[in-house]
């Protein structure tokens, strides 16, 4: 309302997503919960074994000092889960054997050895062709899929062809079933 002469009112304009945004980042609790999440995802149970309650009725940490270095490594790399994933795939406990190492930790819940998982499809594949020396490793190459002019939905083509080729499955086109 310049009209009057006073400053200009700001405008409310916008949906106030922004300030949404600067304000989960800015809180510290958001690199733990997310911290806490990845490192559930690679290792089957987080840090903090309740990962949907992180107050003060949630479990604690059973390596806090691990969380928060985590953590501060995740903002200062700017919030990239690509880091934080190399970070922790790097780690001395990321790369354990999955034999239980003791009877005194038969929950693994300080870390002991490596949780075993279930692979998923991509890794079974990936791994079978690694074992059998077929996996091609080479990144770059066209894409096998076959054009989608030529596409017909039968029970061997045009997915199954793609499963023909010795490429790791990170670089092949999946089929979901919704």
Do not use: C
């Given at each position: 309302?310049?009209?009057?002469?006073?400053?200009?009112?700001?405008?409310?304009?916008?949906?106030?997503?922004?300030?949404?945004?600067?304000?989960?980042a800015g809180n510290p609790l958001t690199a733990r919960v997310m911290v806490n999440r990845i490192w559930g995802w690679h290792f089957g149970q987080g840090l903090v074994r309740s990962s949907n309650d992180f107050g003060a009725r949630g479990d604690a940490p059973t390596h806090p000092e691990l969380l928060d270095w985590l953590a501060a490594k995740f903002v200062a790399s700017g919030y990239s889960v690509k880091d934080l994933h190399r970070v922790i795939m790097l780690s001395a406990v990321y790369q354990r054997v999955s034999e239980t190492a003791s009877a005194d930790?038969?929950?693994?819940?300080?870390?002991?050895?490596?949780?075993?998982?279930?692979?998923?499809?991509?890794?079974l594949r990936d791994s079978l062709l690694a074992v059998s020396g077929q996996l091609?490793?080479?990144?770059?190459?066209?894409?096998p899929f076959p054009a989608e002019a030529t596409w017909s939905f039968t029970q061997h083509n045009p997915f199954n062809a793609v499963y023909e080729t010795p490429r790791r499955s990170a670089y092949l086109m999946v089929q979901r079933q919704r």
């Amino acid at each position: 309302l310049s009209i009057f002469g006073g400053d200009a009112v700001p405008s409310g304009r916008g949906s106030g997503r922004g300030q949404l945004a600067d304000w989960i980042a800015g809180n510290p609790l958001t690199a733990r919960v997310m911290v806490n999440r990845i490192w559930g995802w690679h290792f089957g149970q987080g840090l903090v074994r309740s990962s949907n309650d992180f107050g003060a009725r949630g479990d604690a940490p059973t390596h806090p000092e691990l969380l928060d270095w985590l953590a501060a490594k995740f903002v200062a790399s700017g919030y990239s889960v690509k880091d934080l994933h190399r970070v922790i795939m790097l780690s001395a406990v990321y790369q354990r054997v999955s034999e239980t190492a003791s009877a005194d930790d038969p929950d693994n819940r300080w870390l002991s050895h490596f949780n075993r998982h279930r692979l998923t499809a991509e890794e079974l594949r990936d791994s079978l062709l690694a074992v059998s020396g077929q996996l091609d490793l080479t990144p770059g190459q066209a894409h096998p899929f076959p054009a989608e002019a030529t596409w017909s939905f039968t029970q061997h083509n045009p997915f199954n062809a793609v499963y023909e080729t010795p490429r790791r499955s990170a670089y092949l086109m999946v089929q979901r079933q919704r």
